[in-house]
């Protein structure tokens, strides 16, 4: 069989599979294994042997501590530290507690990697809260559900520890790239609120005292050094990804426990089996996504894609459009990490073809399929922020919409201007940063 052939049955198998709702995990194994029964050189037993290299990877043990780092931070009450400290900087603004929303997103993604587990954490307390204060509720759900995409966009990412595994590229690099893309994307919601609030006469808070601003910045110090530690101890070469996300989830519980004394030895026990149970799911997803990616490497299928694209000619830019196209499509099916390890390994060698910066190409890819995270029919953070506001998402998506414009005009800036991207990245990192 040729490659041509391979793919029209891998894809097309996995399609059929996902239009009859089977999960993605189960349908990207199930896609495998007409292939191994019909090529004589391969055998079924190969789907469990490269699911089993692909778990024999010291960077994926990160995933599972960097979620129980955020659940650990939900669970100690981190969140109504963030939102008192971010009430005070920005809650005299029209508009004030969607500020506040915005600008505990933003810390909270700095602390998580997770934008699931800021949904949840955030959505849970800031949209019953919006509510009672007259925020329209299909807006306070939108705002929660976009601001939430910023969790894998500001550093640390799970998404981009995923890509830098996966890909080989500098995760103390990807993590630095995000933070311009992040602060625009925060910027740019803040925008969108002010507008509403104008329109609407949304209420705002009265303007803090000297003594207010001081008390919360000292009650929210401790949480919004995580990052700080995490990015900082990665960059400086401290430690490993994978030694930084155990360091957040020991630092989380230090606070739980024995700082805030929210977390006990029941609170421990139900986050644990849940970060464990939510882990499971993705890291069984990346073990069937990198037997997919195998036989796709195999028959040197993303070969093939490199060869029919180069045809039309084009750069950086046009790959650059072309790549968040198809994350931005595939994201709206399926969930981020096995995008990544399939669609990611088919467009690098295009990337690298046209001379794309690695790093570049990265962000790109992790930005947009991150934005799935809020497009039906997946959706996974629209739909957590629906579920807490009570409504069905037909009854977001015009609000949806509105916030999605800002987020593609800094898509397309980071398309764009890649030098601004790279200038953090290449500043405190220039040996390892070209």
Not at 97 to 124: D, P
Not at 197 to 226: C, D, F, H, M, Q
Not at 269 to 275: F, G, K, L, N
């Amino acid at each position: 069989m040729g490659p041509s052939e391979v793919a029209i049955i891998l894809f097309g198998v996995f399609a059929l599979m996902v239009v009859l709702r089977v999960p993605v995990a189960f349908a990207l194994g199930l896609a495998c294994i007409p292939v191994f029964f019909i090529d004589d050189r391969l055998t079924p037993f190969l789907l469990l042997n490269e699911m089993l290299k692909s778990y024999n990877s010291f960077l994926l043990l990160s995933i599972p501590f960097f979620m129980l780092a955020a659940n650990l931070m939900n669970a100690a009450g981190i969140t109504d530290k963030l939102i008192n400290l971010s009430r005070a900087l920005v809650g005299w603004l029209p508009g004030g507690l969607g500020h506040v929303s915005v600008l505990v997103s933003m810390l909270f993604a700095g602390i998580s990697g997770s934008s699931t587990a800021e949904a949840a954490g955030v959505g849970g307390v800031l949209i019953p809260a919006m509510k009672k204060q007259g925020y329209d509720t299909p807006f306070a759900v939108s705002l929660i559900a976009c601001a939430a995409v910023m969790g894998v966009i500001i550093p640390p990412s799970i998404l981009m520890v995923v890509w830098g595994g996966v890909i080989s590229v500098s995760i103390g690099g990807l993590f630095l790239a995000g933070v311009l893309p992040g602060l625009l994307m925060g910027l740019s919601f803040m925008l969108v609120v002010y507008i509403y609030a104008k329109r609407r006469n949304y209420p705002v808070y009265p303007k803090p005292t000297g003594k207010e601003l001081r008390s919360a910045a000292v009650s929210a110090i401790l949480p919004i050094l995580t990052p700080g530690i995490i990015v900082g101890g990665i960059v400086g070469g401290f430690f490993t990804p994978t030694e930084a996300s155990v360091v957040a989830v020991l630092y989380a519980m230090f606070l739980g426990v024995f700082i805030y004394r929210r977390l006990g030895l029941t609170q421990l026990r139900e986050t644990m089996y849940d970060s464990g149970r939510f882990a499971a799911i993705s890291l069984f997803c990346i073990g069937t996504a990198s037997a997919f990616g195998w036989l796709l490497a195999y028959f040197r299928i993303p070969q093939l894609f490199v060869d029919m694209v180069s045809g039309w000619g084009g750069g950086v830019t046009s790959v650059g459009f072309l790549t968040a196209l198809c994350f931005l499509v595939i994201g709206c099916f399926i969930d981020a990490i096995p995008a990544i390890i399939i669609v990611g390994t088919i467009l690098a060698p295009l990337a690298a073809d046209v001379g794309m910066h690695p790093i570049h190409f990265a962000i790109i890819g992790v930005i947009s399929i991150a934005y799935g995270l809020v497009t039906p029919p997946y959706g996974l953070c629209l739909m957590i922020a629906c579920t807490v506001g009570g409504i069905k998402i037909k009854e977001a998506v015009r609000d949806t919409l509105i916030l999605f414009i800002p987020m593609v005009a800094v898509l397309v800036f980071v398309i764009l201007v890649p030098e601004a991207l790279l200038w953090l990245p290449r500043t405190l990192m220039p040996t390892l940063i070209k």
